[in-house]
Structures are given as C-alpha cells and as structure tokens.
C-alpha cells in the first residue's frame, strides 16, 4: 500500500511538472502580451518531432546509432528550434493584432494551432501516425521494492531548475526588469528606451523553448507521439494557467500541480474514475472561473476605459 | 520563389492534362464496358492506417482483378479514409451516396465509425458490406443494406475468456478498454464470458480514444493483486499501455482480441510487447486465399497485407458477384442478393444470416509476440 501510494505521489509530481512547463508558457505569453496564445500546445509538441527527425539526421550521418549524444543534441536542436518557431509564429501571425482586441488574437492563435499541428502531420514522414517516442532516461533506482526510472525524476528536476531559472531572470536580470515593464505598461516602457517588439520575441522564445521541454517530456513520458497530442497538452496546460491565474507564474505551477492531482486522485479513488478524469479537470476549471474568475493567484483584471 | 514554384506546379499540371486528354480516346474505344464505382471506407490515415491501407489494397485488387477479366462492367474502385474518426466517416458516405456511379460501398475497421456511418447508407438504400468493425451492435441493428464479413467481437471474446481461464489459468484478470462502443462492447464481454468461467474481474477501467498515460489506472491494478490485464482498444493505445505497464514493473500478461493484432503496436510498444497475446481468427488455408497472398505479392503494393486484407477482399468480391447477376438499377435487390448469396472465397463460403451476419465459422487461435513479431501459440 506504501509502494502504491508513493506510485501514485510519483505519477502526480510528474504529470505536475510537464503540465508546469507548458502552462509557464501561457502564463508568461499572457502576462507581457495580454494575448492568450491557443497554439502553445501545438507549437510544444513540434519539438518532439524535432527531436525524432534530428536524431534520424545525426545517426545516419555522423554519429553511431545508440548514441546518447544524438539524442542529447537533438534535444537542444529542439528546444533552440521550437523557440524560434514560437517567435515566427509571433512575427507571421500574432504581432498583427497587438492593439486588436483580445478576442481576434485568440481566434488567430486557434487557427494557428490547425495550421501547426496539419503541418506537422503533411510534413513529416507519414505524419498521421503516431510515433515511438524513446525515453530520454532508460535506467531506474530502487527505493524499497518501488522502482522508480530515473527519468522522472529528471522531468521534476529538469522542471524544478527551470521553474528557478525562470524566477531568476525574471527577478534579477536586466532582462526581467524589462518584461515585466513592457508587461506593466508597454508605452512607458517605451519611454524608457525599452524597444516592445524586441521584449515580446524575447519572450516567446522564452515561452515556446520552456513549452518545447514540456512537450518532448510528454512525448518521452507517454513514449509516443503523435501530430494531434498538442490539443490536450494545450488544454490543460491553458486550464492550469487558468486556475492559477493567467499572468502569475506561481499561479501556473499551482494549477498544473492541482490539475494534475485530480487527475490522478480521481483515478486512484473512484471506480470507473478512468473515464471522467478530464471531466473532474474541467469542473475544477468552472469552479474556479466561478467562485474566482482571476484564478487562486491572480489579479483582477482591470478594464482599461 | 513561391510565383516560381507555383509556375512550375502550373507547368506539371498542364502536362498531367494534356496527357489525359491524349490517352482518354484510347481508353473509351478499348472498353465500351458501362462504367460503374465502388466505395471503400476506412482508416488510411491516423494510428490504425496500417489496417485500412491493407484493407484498401485487398479492394483495389479485387477490382482489378475484374477489369482484367471479363467482367461486363467497367469498374472503378473509389477509396476514401476515415481517419478511426465518426464525423470524417460519415463525410466520406456522404460523397459516396450522393455519387450517382457508386453502386454500392464496402466500409469500416472501426465499430463507432460504421455504427455512424450505417444510417447514411440506409437512407440511400446503398449496400454496405462490412469488412472490418466487430461491434454487436452492427449487426443488431439488421439495416437491410448492411452485412458484415467478419465475426463478432463476441466470436472472438468468447475463445479468449475460455482460454485466459484454462490454459492460461488467469483467476482475477484487470480490464482496461477506450470508452468507444468498440472498447465498453469489448469490456462487457470479456467480463460476462469470463465471469462464467468461474473467473473474477479486479477492476474495470475505460479511458478515452486518445489518453496518453494509464499509469494511475495501473497502479491501482498493481495494488489490487491481477494476474493478467485484459486490454479492449485498438493499436495506439494498446502500446502505450503496455509499455507504462511493463515501465512501473507490472509483470502481468497483457491479452485481448485482434483489436491490437498489428505489427505497429510492437513498434509502439517496443520490448515491453514481449509476451502480449491476443485472439484472433486462426489462418484457414484455401486455394483462393493462397492465390490472393500471391496475387498481393505480385501486385507490389507500397504497403504489407495487413489481417483484414482477406476480408475486404471478399466484401468486394461479393459485390462484384451480386452485382453481376442483379445488375446496378434495383438497390434493394442488390442488398437482397447479397443478404441471399452463397459466396466461395478466400474466406471460405460466405452466407449470411437473417441479420447480415456472415455464418462462415470461426476457429480462434493465441497469437504472442516473441522476439518482436506475432507468432501462433496455438490454443
């Protein structure tokens, strides 16, 4: 009972730390450019197929098969890869509605996410199907009779630095005075000599490499891929974002963590709970928006008039 | 660049239409034959591609095979994907229905499509032979159009249940399944089969077409002490499950039905597979099926046969009988005819019962993966 319960302790933290890393993204998209960015699940699950195709890329040219340094290299390819992606699609797409209202960006950003993942699926080599995804870590430990695969802890760890990273610059970097200045107030901050459009690319790459983590983590934690998993990893790193508070860093780890344990919570406790976990997700998603439409962490909104 | 490629794409096409235009007289004055269509439905995109391209390929060969011969129609085969997806389905039976040329349809690896699809051929009264979706319900419903080419998924739980309780001996089975009519038709059956067996069911569990993690489900199943775990979806999901099953040191036996028959789920699955075992229908020899194996060869499809190639491959050769006794102008007699007819084919004799259910019976055999391929264990 022990060892079941700690399995499960395991799954949640894990689960908690992907969802961490996309619903990041949405949060900070949201809280410099007041633009709810719909194609952040999409734009993650790209750098899985990056990483496939880099690797394929590597090993038939130059390096062994097998080799831990292909797939340590396409990961990188990836996250720098899926970064810049993210500041395309900014540049394309979304910089155009800048002063639009908020609606038209996010109908925008919906299509843009159809546009990604068919992109995905005409692209690359019979892209309708899924793929095996390998695990980035084979190896595990034992604590007790518990095995427990060193890659998850690896995706807490990985999730835990980044988390800290991000504090960080966002802290204690002239860099993170500057967005969240723009953040705060885009027209002063311009009178302080801080160029927007440069801090607004800078952010997506920020937001789409860290979504680009989460989304090789889902596909190496689910152990396949497939063109469409972006629309769940996009939902439910949104509704995290969303019960934390759109805009609060905090508030997105808060709710990938919350949204992830009733997931597994229900799973564990209710019979036939398998089939609703998403519907006890999405009720806490209501419940929320109801008793605190800002979210746990968030501020209310203000109107500007 | 772009104007470049589109001037070059422009180029192509026109050369692509000169060429018909150039070949189209010969070809009229070579087969004054009437011209008719054939509609093939199923998944050709998507996680279960490998079984709708076998499928479609078992079509296309049965139709060329006429066109070579002397049959009196000149026939051409119109495939169309469903991509496992109801709503593309029933878009694809819709163009179908609403084409003037197209006699009659064969369709489906996938019960919720067929199951959305069904009432749009009814209401054309357009013949549908099934080929590939096993559900109950299919057949239950006795839509005069429809008839269906393969068993059951009772047919095939039934063996399967008798077995996992006798040989191999499995007392207290997990049933993880997708909560499609396709996944819960299976769930229930295997239960019923095997609860009467004498045999107790640990826990049930459905997960959505599409979830991506089942370790929750799973270790629940690793704490309440199951000796296999009985899996009702399809290919996708099957190899995600097993490979999560085997990753939290669940060492169980994985079993189901044809469902996740398919070399993609080793693909998926990667080692874990080892050991998996499903039901499926046991390979009969005949002499057409081995000329249809040879003739598959020597076609040289881009894709492998895949277990349902046989299936379509005589749904459209039923057709194409029926269709040449009855002739196309009376639909409903067609779907008569084919509901009365005695076919020999690669699957032995097919005739079909008052609901449309083939009769041709079925002898089930274990397949298991061992070293990264299914092969037969035998009952």
């Keep these: ?305 | 660049m772009t104007r470049n490629n589109l001037t070059r794409r422009g180029v192509i096409g026109a050369f692509g239409v000169a060429a018909a235009v150039a070949l189209a007289p010969s070809q009229i004055l070579a087969q004054d034959k009437p011209k008719i269509k054939l509609g093939f439905i199923g998944p050709v995109s998507g996680g279960n591609a490998m079984q709708g391209l076998g499928a479609q390929n078992g079509f296309l060969l049965a139709i060329e095979q006429a066109n070579a011969g002397d049959y009196p129609y000149q026939i051409e085969g119109v495939a169309l994907d469903d991509a496992s997806d109801p709503q593309t389905g029933v878009g694809a039976a819709l163009k179908l229905v609403n084409d003037p040329e197209v006699v009659a349809a064969i369709g489906h690896w996938n019960s919720p499509v067929a199951l959305a699809t069904m009432p749009v051929f009814n209401r054309f009264q357009m013949p549908l032979i099934v080929w590939g979706a096993i559900s109950p319900k299919i057949t239950e419903q006795n839509l005069p159009e429809v008839t269906r080419v393969t068993p059951t998924l009772l047919t095939e739980n039934k063996p399967l249940a008798e077995w996992a309780a006798d040989v191999l001996g499995a007392k207290n089975v997990a049933i993880v399944s997708d909560t499609s009519d396709y996944g819960a038709g299976n769930a229930g059956a295997f239960e019923t089969f095997f609860t009467e067996k004498g045999g107790a069911i640990a826990s049930t569990d459905l997960l959505p077409v599409g979830t991506t993690d089942f370790r929750a489900a799973l270790t629940k199943i690793k704490g309440s002490g199951a000796d296999a775990i009985y899996f009702g979806g399809v290919i996708t999901e099957a190899g995600i499950l097993r490979k999560q099953q085997m990753e939290i040191g669940l060492d169980i036996p994985m079993i189901g039905i044809s469902g996740f028959y398919d070399p993609e789920f080793i693909a998926l699955a990667g080692d874990a597979a080892e050991g998996t075992m499903v039901s499926y229908p046991a390979a009969q020899s005949n002499p057409r099926l081995d000329q249809m194996h040879a003739d598959y060869t020597a076609r040289g499809f881009a894709e492998p046969e895949s277990p349902y190639t046989k299936y379509a491959y005589d749904a459209t050769g039923i057709l194409l009988a029926v269709i040449k006794d009855v002739g196309i102008d009376d639909k409903v007699a067609l779907a008569a005819a084919i509901r009365a007819i005695s076919y020999d084919g690669v699957l032995g004799t097919t005739t079909f019962d008052e609901t449309g259910q083939t009769q041709v019976p079925v002898e089930i055999e274990i397949k298991v993966v061992k070293d990264g391929q299914w092969v037969t264990k035998g009952m």
């Design chain 1, 1 to 305: 009972m022990d060892a079941q319960l700690a399995q499960y302790l395991m799954n949640w933290l894990v689960l908690g730390s992907i969802y961490t890393l996309v619903a990041l993204g949405f949060s900070l998209l949201f809280g410099v450019l007041d633009v709810i960015h719909f194609s952040h699940g999409d734009v993650s699950i790209v750098a899985p197929f990056v990483v496939l195709a880099t690797v394929q890329a590597l090993i038939s040219t130059v390096l062994p098969a097998d080799s831990i340094a292909a797939l340590v290299l396409a990961c990188a390819v990836a996250i720098v890869a899926v970064g810049l992606v993210g500041v395309l699609l900014d540049w394309l797409v979304i910089r155009r509605f800048r002063n639009a209202p908020a609606m038209m960006a996010l109908v925008a950003t919906v299509a843009l996410g159809t546009v990604v993942r068919e992109l995905i699926r005409t692209f690359y080599p019979q892209g309708s199907n899924p793929k095996p995804f390998p695990r980035l870590i084979e190896s595990s430990v034992t604590f007790g009779d518990l095995p427990v695969p060193l890659f998850s802890l690896f995706v807490i760890g990985v999730s835990v630095l980044m988390v800290a990273v991000l504090f960080m610059v966002m802290g204690h970097t002239r860099l993170g005075v500057r967005i969240r200045a723009v953040a705060e107030d885009r027209n002063i901050a311009r009178l302080m000599a801080i160029r927007p459009d440069r801090i607004f690319a800078v952010t997506f790459f920020i937001a789409s490499a860290v979504g680009a983590i989460g989304g090789i983590f889902f596909a190496s934690y689910a152990g396949v891929v497939r063109f469409d998993f972006g629309v769940q990893l996009g939902l439910i790193g949104f509704s995290a974002a969303v019960i934390g508070g759109l805009g609060s860093m905090q508030g997105a780890i808060l709710g990938s963590l919350l949204i992830a344990g009733i997931d597994t919570l229900v799973q564990a406790t209710m019979a036939d709970g398998a089939s609703y976990r998403l519907v006890f997700s999405f009720l806490l998603v209501i419940l929320v928006l109801v008793l605190k439409p800002s979210g746990i962490l968030g501020k209310p909104i203000m109107v500007k008039v």
